[in-house]
């Protein structure tokens, strides 16, 4: 049993003074509120629930930074351009690097404030296309053991090259399982993850998969209550190539072919028209948003107003891990609408302000996007996930608990986090994640390796 003592805490989307959480087996089982320190209680200034990050490939962190160049013969770099280059990285990576840099990735994710990952897994095969698929699992979730994250993993089954059919790539074909290799393995990790890390589902894309397998997939997350994940309309190349085969965009065509629900997420689905924008926002799904990736990929900017204005539920995701912060990826996706409108304070609610607001929703379509209602919120029975802050912190002064969010994702370059715990354990400590020191050093030496033999 561990005691919290928090000055102020956000406790079900309001913030309340003076209260001590109780936490046991990961879970926090009561609150008291206006009451006072005591002895054994840990201190703590401002604590806000833990952030959960929608989407991602934790095996992308190795590329940040060494493909933002555009060569003489490169007419124009884009998103697939840049995909080249990560095939040419997947093509060197085993079990053992991908623990390493998943490990490095998931360090810094939870010291930026996320506790629980999604990681859209399908990196599945060797070179010679033997499976793999159980070594990789297992990488990822000892990196998600030894960093503390909670892990959702989400394996992705990717069987074609395109809306054709066209037959995958050499890079891809590592990617690639039988529909019944995908069910083996889906169903060995069923039986092999336990709490706190928990299972999904997905599809790459609809141009990577049939609809008869996508139908089994979704088919699979109805009978296991669990979520199903797909990329979708995230380049408009993709969104023409929809168009020519199936007569539809990708959003619509899904929406008229599946029952879309509270338990599917759709990854980008920035290319959108407003017809589809209002179906799928009415639908219960929700969209992850990757700010930072979307970015840094020149994917396009999301309508977020429109969406969020007729009820849609979004997440953030950290995606390519280009950038690991939870608060910039709000900042990001805020300022991206502020750019597009030449208006401020977009996705703001009566009474809230934007940081704030972009925090209960990503929170709420977190919880969604990972299939657990526990998370996001802190609250009796919900999970001891959270980050505490430093009060003392300049980027706190003169601010209130109507600002704090707003003073966090706006101005909070440098985070002022001290502490950060999941299901029930402190990984953050005074700062610092208690194996930064032997992770940075198994990252540096693994990725130096990749990028000598990868040049």
């Known amino acids: 049993m561990k005691t919290i003592f928090a000055r102020k805490a956000y406790l ?36 806000v629930p833990g952030i959960c990050n929608a989407h991602s490939h934790a095996f992308q962190r190795a590329l940040s930074g060494h493909v933002e160049y555009r060569s003489v013969s490169d007419k124009k770099d884009d998103f697939w351009t ?41 990196l599945h095969c060797k070179k010679d296309n ?93 009978k296991d209550q669990i979520p199903l994940h ?28 599946f029952d879309i629900n509270r338990q599917w997420c759709f990854i980008h689905a920035i290319h959108m028209n407003s017809k589809e924008l209002t179906k799928l926002a009415k639908s219960g799904a929700t969209v992850c948003l ?31 891990n280009i950038s690991i912060n939870p608060f910039e990826e709000l900042r990001w996706l805020e300022y991206g609408q502020r750019l597009f409108s030449r208006k401020r304070n977009i996705a703001t609610k009566l009474n809230h302000g934007s940081g704030n607001t972009l925090f209960d929703y990503t929170s709420l379509g977190g919880s969604l996007a990972s299939g657990n209602n526990l998370i996001g919120r802190l609250g009796e029975g919900s999970v001891a996930d959270l980050i505490v802050m430093d009060d003392a912190s300049p980027m706190f002064s003169g601010h209130h608990t109507d600002t704090l969010f707003d003073a966090l994702i706006f101005s909070g370059v440098n985070l002022p986090i001290q502490n ?17 020191d032997l992770a940075r050093h198994n990252y540096a030496k693994q990725v130096t390796h990749l990028f000598n033999s990868v040049n």
């Open 12 to 47: 079900e989307g309001v913030w309340e003074q003076n209260i001590r959480l109780h936490i046991d087996n990961g879970l926090i089982t009561s609150i008291d509120r206006n009451t006072a320190y005591c002895n054994g209680d840990t201190m703590t200034s401002i604590v």
């Open 82 to 122: 840049w995909r080249e280059s990560m095939y040419r990285l997947t093509s060197k990576l085993d079990a053992k690097s991908l623990a390493d840099i998943a490990t490095q990735a998931y360090v810094e994710m939870v010291a930026s404030g996320y506790t629980s990952v999604i990681e859209f897994h399908y």
């Open 130 to 222: 033997d499976d793999m698929s159980i070594a990789m699992f297992e990488a990822l979730l000892k990196a998600a053991n030894d960093s503390g994250i909670r892990l959702i993993y989400v394996p992705i089954l990717y069987e074609r090259a395109g809306f054709k059919d066209e037959k995958l790539s050499v890079h891809q074909q590592r990617f690639s399982l039988s529909l019944s290799q995908f069910f083996d393995h889906y169903n060995f990790v069923k039986k092999n993850i336990s709490w706190p890390h928990s299972l999904g589902i997905g599809a790459h894309s609809l141009r990577a998969v049939t609809h008869e397998s996508l139908c089994e997939i979704e088919e699979v997350s109805h």
């Open 230 to 257: 797909i990329h979708v309309a995230e380049q408009e190349m993709e969104v023409k190539e929809c168009i020519d085969v199936y007569n539809t965009t990708p959003v619509n065509w899904l929406l008229d072919n």
């Open 290 to 320: 990757c700010p930072s990736t979307e970015a840094n990929l020149g994917d396009g900017l999301f309508s977020l107003q429109s969406y969020l204005e007729k009820g849609g539920h979004i997440a953030i995701g950290s995606d390519s």
């Open 420 to 436: 950060v715990m999941v299901n029930g354990e402190w990984h953050v400590t005074d700062g610092k994640h208690s194996v930064f």
